[in-house]
């Protein structure tokens, strides 16, 4: 079984329903029974709405009876599965563990939990905590009516003119005959149709184990009798399953085995299946090559893309790491912790990185007596404005480029006013559990880290970002290029980030570049901005969290002709009534200068004569 490719098998489990497809057409609905269906032609699967919540499942099957696409809409968010392969929303997701005979991966929303399963003979559960509403319609029927068969077909074909859907042809098949002539005690009545599935499924693909073999081995299951169970698999020529290395069959197994990256699966994520597993006392190796188990005293740890074995320690400025056992176990971060914000690309107090989507008045942050808001501008995708309402501050100026800002409220902060405006607050001293907004709450947990204004906690950055909008936003956020010339010289020179020998490589121990190389690519491919200033500014986002963490990088922006763009175009407004407006010179007006004497600052007036 090492090198088989498996049919995908369909479960949707609501309470006591489930639906399948099988084989090369096999539909059991959710209620009625079971049919048959020959096309290469795309289908709608089901589809429904939960809670207002909308969901819809498509496959397709190839020519060779197997399907080759599974497409998951989620309230308009798309998940394709595809050779083997798990994409949502365009981006291509690796899954979480995979053997020879496993390939699982798991969605959730806020409002259903969504259960994604590939294995032998592959199955994907649907599990949903609600009754589903009427208007269900695909080849699963509806929730209490089957409907009329070529009716149901008719209407859940989807649109293709390429594509064929063929009347079953009427064959007699000799394994077919003899597998159901030892069935009838088991299937009693329903012996005959499923005889009849059994001929419609298997013509054309007489040679294709991948196709009757799951068949065959769905009614021994359903029948449970030892005496078929004996004799199914010698008739059908389906041999028993095998692992490869040191793995060991069972036919119902953990769907995720412990292994080095997870060495105790939760129960929450358990369900039975065939599968692989390793020995007793052993782990599943998932870090080296092969098919391997290990004790788990053994397992390496991995860290920006290097392993570290049992007992090796990896530092920076602010801790130290042992590897202990495939965990990491660090000391306390001496480092304060910052939210960084640089243009759409946001990291949260506790680490979490995304990126914004769209260009609206964000809250960034806010606490009990303070909030720092900022502004995208309308044309380009870097921030116009960082505005600051709170009480007392000193302001002092740092350097050409950055202004440090301390409150009495407990909440000190940094701006970059060159050649972008960005943003670097510091985790604040207290009050964290009040801490809200798109830098999230600052509790050293980034599960809870998408807390939308509502309270709730959202699963993406989409609409926990837009709960803290407050109402201006001038478009989208592209998160693909849009540009070809500036994606080919985007990838070329973003690269430079994760050469192994490079400028930037003391730094890949500590920070994995995988987040910046993509942020500069996309800051390249939407900037409005020359190419060369946007990449500049991709690379310093890495550069300056290498620095935080005491990784000098060295004069990077000799290196790659990036000295030239750190030019002031920068102006700062300080508003009465400690509200500071930090924004780009053109926005600023120098009336602010007559306003700026009503407060009893030196501090301020001295910070105004740098400015203007």
Partial sequence: MTTQRWILVFIFSLASDTCRTFGSGIVQPFKGESYYVRS????????????????????????????????????????????????????????????ALTLYSRLNTRKSKITLRQVHPGIINVTLESELSTDMCGLCGKQNLAGHRHELIRDSQLHDLRCKTRDPVLQKNHVCSQFFRKTKSCLQDNNSHFHQLCRDNIFGFENSHEVFCP??????????????????????????????????????????????????????????????????????????????????????????????????????????????????????????????????????????????????????????????????????????KVMVHLSKVQVYWLSSMFVQVHTTCGIHFQIQLSPEIQLFIDTPDKSNDKIKGLCGNSNSDTTDDFTANSGIIENSAQPFALSWSLGHCHGNIPSNCTNRENENYAHEKCAVLHQPTGMFAKCHPHIPTDYYYTACIQRICNTGRSRREALCIGLASYAKACDGLGVVIGDWRRNTGCSEFTSEKYSMCILPLYFLEFTEKDECRYGMFNKLKQISSIGFIRLLSYLF
């Avoid at 032609?41 to 599974?70: A, D, K």
């Avoid at 692989?276 to 098919?291: E, L, Q, S, T, Y």
């Avoid at 290990?294 to 893309?305: D, K, N, Q, R, V």
């Avoid at 400025?317 to 946001?346: A, D, Y």
């Fill in 215 to 384: 068949f065959f081995q769905e009614v021994a299951s359903q029948c449970n009798q030892s005496r078929i169970n004996r004799f199914w698999r010698r008739l059908t020529r389906c041999e028993k399953p095998s692992c490869p290395g040191d793995l060991i069959y069972e036919k119902k197994g953990p769907a995720f085995i412990p292994s080095c990256s997870n060495p105790d699966p939760a129960p929450f994520y358990q369900e039975l299946t065939e599968t692989c597993v390793c020995p007793r006392d052993k782990v599943f190796n998932n870090h080296a090559i092969g098919h391997h188990c290990i004790p788990e005293s053994s397992c390496s740890c991995e860290f920006a893309g290097k392993s570290y074995g049992n007992g090796e320690i990896r530092s920076s400025k602010c801790q130290s790491c042992t590897c202990h056992g495939g965990k990491w176990r660090c000391s306390e971060n001496l480092c304060h912790r910052k939210c960084v914000i640089e243009g759409q690309f946001v990291t949260t107090f506790d680490g979490k990185q995304y990126v914004l989507p769209r260009k609206c008045l964000y809250v960034a942050s806010k606490g009990p007596n303070w909030m720092i808001t900022i502004q995208f501008n309308q044309k380009g995708l870097s921030l116009r």
């Fill in 40 to 99: 290469d032609c795309p289908f709608t699967l089901t589809s429904f709405t939960v809670n207002r919540g909308e969901y819809s499942v498509t496959i397709r099957r190839g020519r060779n009876g197997l399907l080759v696409q599974v497409e998951i809409i989620i309230n308009k968010v798309m998940t394709l599965l595809q050779n083997g392969h798990v994409v949502v929303q365009n981006k291509r997701f690796e899954p979480k563990q995979k053997t």
